[in-house]
């Protein structure tokens, strides 16, 4: 139960007062995300029970105190971040000695990082980032290979200024993330970076490293993630890194590497973000293109020669691709049109010939595309009418011709777009389109000769056999109903899913809701399925059953788990779905030996907008689903989700866009105007999202006891972003590794932001799925991206 009104905004202003040197027994100080201004009291760090301070982000400034007698604390965490403090490190720092965690980045701090911190056994994580600071040839690293239980190094932005020394291999072998980006770091990389086994993060981008990426790289079994970009690194890319299974971004850009990306590329399937822009690469191998999990591909600026294969088509997860300033050549292949995520594309100055695909139209997720500076012909296609977010379009210096067309994202374009093309016209700014051409109207003269000729008789015979192709026609197209039964196996007999089921025994049960119960059972034939019983005594339970069969008959997608048979006898009604070894996202977030991370979470979140987006957008009847709940979103094997249980859908006519019902949903997740007056619309699912969204990122159920009238999730939420979103953060989720801490954080805020527009009071202000999809999808790049 909460008492008082801890969720209120809080600021505090002014100095830090002396005072605080005498609370004694003063163990834990947190005072960050504040307007503190002064330097803190040289008293504070006299207190010795003292063991965790964080005055990160305020507006302190001065100096830490520097002569002997401070320090002697029980400090284990001193977060400064953010702050103006200045003056040197101080080396008695170390004689607070059970020091784990120590931040000073975003300050002034100025001189010699000091080579006592080395002194600090315990010590996890030192952030010293952007300030000032210096170390002559390194010495830091000599004398931090004593701390043998480093995590997380990071210096970046200060003024090193040195080569990074051999007996970098000396460094613990704990060390997870090791980031020094921006240091005037010159000279090659050394071997010894090799001997950091449990490297999970190596940045060292903006510095002045040359000579090749060092092959004891690929020693590094669990890297993921590669930043050498802006460096004078040459030479070839080391065929070995195809060999590490965790490595997941690789950025190169801004180098000299040459030559070949190694053909075995395709076997490095962890592989999401590939920066390579500015470089001298020659060649994109076949096997690239087979990467269907990759998200971003940049190799503009390169000396790529050759064609776009087809298989272009099967980087199905892909953003973002851009391979402009290159020598490509051939034609833009049509499967282009199969990247439905790509939001943005450029394939400007190459040498790129024939027409711009009709598929294009299909890419429903495009933002930006940049087609200039090649030699394309043929018209630009009407189909790109349809890309409602295309924001960003150049299509200048081709050889475009005919209409350019002036519907949808056209209305927006300006001549910029177009360019040095000397035969387009019409669109909203170019010179009109000359009215119906010598040759039509040549053509229909002659057609009209021709019938009037062949007169009366042959216009009978026409209408004879248009009516025999009519009559065929109707017989051969089958209607949706029988086209959903030749794709499923026969019914399923009672009697084989009591087997199956052992008798519909304890042991089996999945779950039970509503309107019945769910059995796990093994069929005859070995296939595992989930089984759907409906409790047919339970008022509404055939209702729902058939609600169910209605959607899931005619509904496909990917997000949608899959009716594979059902059972239908008078008294007993079962469907029969693809069983989900993974459970539902509600035993993930609220059980103690499992556990998502921020990608998987987000991961499910977009599997589920999909989904909704499907069922409210993309299907010819609009589709409610009006109970959307984390017990009824399933995780497949590989944790994908996918949206269940539509009992409770209701499938709205044409020009529909209300219904009323009685049927009450799951408390918590019901939006007001459903809870109050019963009406159902896409948008009550999109507020049932938004709960799902929150209660995902903080792991609190709506209907937790500590939300009550006075305080409701959405207030709750509402009163911690974007302030203080750690306050209502899951911890679990920040917990296992402490890393990228702020990126969390922003990556939570950005969607608990997302969830606050999906639950608006008012039905309108909320947000439609296809933008809440776009703007998930938006936040996770920003989140994959740094
Ligand atoms: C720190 O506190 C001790 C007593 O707890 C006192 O003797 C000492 O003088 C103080 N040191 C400084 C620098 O104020
Ligand atoms: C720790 O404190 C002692 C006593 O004040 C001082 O002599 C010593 O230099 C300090 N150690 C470090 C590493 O500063
Ligand atoms: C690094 O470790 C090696 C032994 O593993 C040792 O010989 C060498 O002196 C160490 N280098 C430094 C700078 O500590
Ligand atoms: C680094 O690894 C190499 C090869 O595995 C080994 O010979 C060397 O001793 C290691 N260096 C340190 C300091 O552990
Ligand atoms: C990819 O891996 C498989 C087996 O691990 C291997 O047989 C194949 O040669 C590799 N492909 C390339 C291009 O290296
Ligand atoms: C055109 O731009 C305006 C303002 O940027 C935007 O509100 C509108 O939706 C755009 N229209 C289309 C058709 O994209
Ligand atoms: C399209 O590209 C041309 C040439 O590169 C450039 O001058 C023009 O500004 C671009 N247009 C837009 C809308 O970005």
């Given at each position: 139960m909460v008492i008082g009104v801890p969720f209120v905004l809080h600021v505090i202003i002014g100095v830090i007062p002396r005072e605080i040197g005498n609370l004694h027994k003063l163990e834990i100080l947190y005072l960050q995300f504040n307007q503190l201004s002064g330097?803190?009291?040289?008293?504070?760090?006299?207190?010795?029970?003292?063991?965790?301070?964080?005055?990160?982000?305020?507006?302190?400034?001065?100096?830490?105190?520097?002569?002997?007698g401070y320090w002697r604390t029980n400090l284990e965490l001193l977060n400064l971040a953010g702050n103006n403090i200045g003056g040197v490190i101080p080396t008695s720092i170390s004689n607070s000695s059970f020091l784990k965690r120590l931040y000073l980045n975003y300050n002034k701090f100025s001189g010699q990082i000091p080579n006592s911190l080395g002194d600090l056994r315990h010590l996890?994580?030192?952030?010293?980032?952007?300030?000032?600071?210096?170390?002559?040839?390194?010495?830091?690293?000599?004398s931090l290979a004593s701390c043998t239980s480093l995590i997380?190094?990071?210096?970046?932005?200060?003024?090193?200024?040195?080569?990074?020394?051999?007996?970098?291999?000396?460094?613990?072998?704990?060390?997870?993330n090791f980031y020094l980006d921006r240091c005037d770091i010159r000279g090659q990389i050394p071997l010894g970076i090799g001997n950091l086994s449990n490297l999970n993060t190596l940045s060292l981008s903006r510095n002045d490293l040359t000579g090749s990426v060092p092959t004891t790289l690929c020693n590094l079994h669990i890297l993921q993630r590669v930043n050498l970009a802006y460096n004078r690194l040459s030479r070839p890319l080391p065929e070995c890194l195809c060999k590490l299974p965790e490595l997941g971004l690789v950025d190169l850009s801004y180098n000299r590497i040459s030559g070949f990306i190694p053909s075995c590329i395709g076997n490095a399937t962890s592989l999401r973000n590939i920066y390579l822009n500015s470089n001298r690469i020659t060649n994109i191998p076949m096997s690239l293109w087979s990467l269907k999990d990759l998200l971003v591909l940049h190799l503009s600026n390169n000396s790529l020669v050759g064609s776009i294969p087809p298989e272009l088509g099967k980087l199905k997860a892909i953003t973002s691709i851009i391979l402009s300033r290159n020598h490509l050549s051939g034609s833009i292949p049509s499967t282009v049109g199969d990247l439905q995520n790509l939001l943005y594309l450029s394939l400007a100055f190459n040498e790129l010939q024939g027409s711009i695909p009709d598929s294009l139209g299909k890419m429903i997720s495009l933002e930006s595309a940049n087609l200039s500076n090649n030699i394309l012909s043929g018209t630009i296609p009407k189909s790109l009418e349809s890309l409602?977010?295309?924001?960003?379009f150049n299509v200048s210096f081709n050889r475009l011709e005919g209409e350019i067309p002036s519907e949808g994202p056209f209305l927006n374009f300006t001549s910029q777009s177009f360019m040095g093309n000397e035969e387009l016209c019409g669109g909203l700014l170019f010179r009109p389109c000359m009215t119906r051409s010598f040759h039509h109207s040549r053509r229909s003269k002659l057609l009209l000769i021709i019938l009037v000729s062949l007169g009366a008789a042959v216009m009978v015979l026409g209408s004879i056999i248009?009516?025999?192709?009519?009559?065929?026609?109707?017989?051969?197209?089958?209607?949706?109903?029988?086209?959903?039964?030749?794709?499923?196996?026969?019914?399923?007999?009672?009697?084989?899913?009591?087997?199956?089921?052992?008798?519909?025994?304890?042991?089996?049960?999945?779950g039970s809701g509503g309107f019945g119960t769910v059995y796990k059972g093994m069929f005859a034939n070995g296939m595992t399925l989930a089984i759907k019983v409906f409790n047919l005594q339970i008022e509404g339970a055939l209702k729902s059953f058939d609600a169910e069969c209605e959607v899931l008959r005619n509904l496909r997608h990917r997000n949608l788990t899959k009716v594979i048979s059902s059972c239908t006898n008078l008294d007993?009604?079962?469907?029969?779905?693809?069983?989900?070894?993974?459970?539902?996202?509600?035993?993930?977030?609220h059980s103690d030996d499992r556990f998502l991370n921020m990608i998987q979470r987000l991961d499910i979140m977009i599997d589920v907008a999909f989904a909704l987006e499907y069922l409210h957008h993309g299907y010819e009847t609009v589709v409610v689903h009006s109970d959307l709940k984390p017990?009824?979103?399933?995780?497949?094997?590989?944790?994908?989700?996918?949206?269940?249980?539509?009992?409770?859908?209701?499938?709205?006519?044409?020009?529909?866009?209300?219904?009323?019902?009685?049927?009450?949903?799951?408390?918590?997740?019901?939006?007001?105007?459903?809870?109050?007056?019963?009406?159902?619309?896409?948008?009550?699912?999109?507020y049932s999202y938004g709960i799902m969204l929150m209660e995902t990122f903080t792991r609190k159920r709506p209907y937790d006891e500590m939300f009550d009238e006075n305080l409701s999730m959405r207030s709750w939420v509402c009163n911690s972003v974007p302030a203080m979103p750690e306050d209502i953060i899951d911890v679990t989720l920040m917990e296992p590794e402490k890393t990228h801490f702020q990126e969390k954080l922003h990556c939570v805020s950005s969607i608990l932001e997302l969830a606050l527009h999906c639950t608006t009071e008012s039905p309108n202000e909320r947000l439609n799925m296809i933008e809440v999809l776009a703007n998930i999808k938006k936040i996770k790049l920003e989140f994959l991206c740094k």
């Open positions: 330097s803190i009291p040289e008293e504070l760090f006299n207190i010795s029970t003292l063991a965790e301070v964080s005055i990160a982000r305020n507006s302190l400034s001065g100096s830490l105190p520097s002569s002997s996890e994580v030192l952030v010293l980032s952007n300030n000032s600071l210096s170390s002559p040839h390194l010495s830091i690293f000599a997380e190094i990071k210096l970046e932005n200060n003024p090193l200024n040195a080569a990074l020394p051999e007996y970098i291999a000396n460094l613990s072998t704990s060390i997870i409602r977010y295309l924001k960003n248009v009516f025999m192709l009519r009559r065929r026609r109707n017989r051969n197209i089958p209607t949706q109903a029988e086209s959903f039964a030749t794709t499923t196996p026969a019914r399923i007999s009672y009697i084989e899913i009591e087997r199956a089921t052992q008798g519909f025994d304890q042991c089996n049960l999945l007993f009604k079962a469907l029969l779905l693809e069983y989900m070894p993974n459970g539902s996202l509600e035993q993930w977030l017990s009824n979103v399933l995780l497949d094997e590989k944790l994908v989700g996918y949206v269940s249980d539509f009992g409770l859908t209701k499938l709205l006519g044409e020009g529909e866009s209300i219904a009323h019902t009685k049927t009450l949903a799951t408390m918590g997740y019901i939006a007001p105007e459903y809870g109050s007056v019963g009406l159902v619309s896409r948008r009550c699912d999109v």
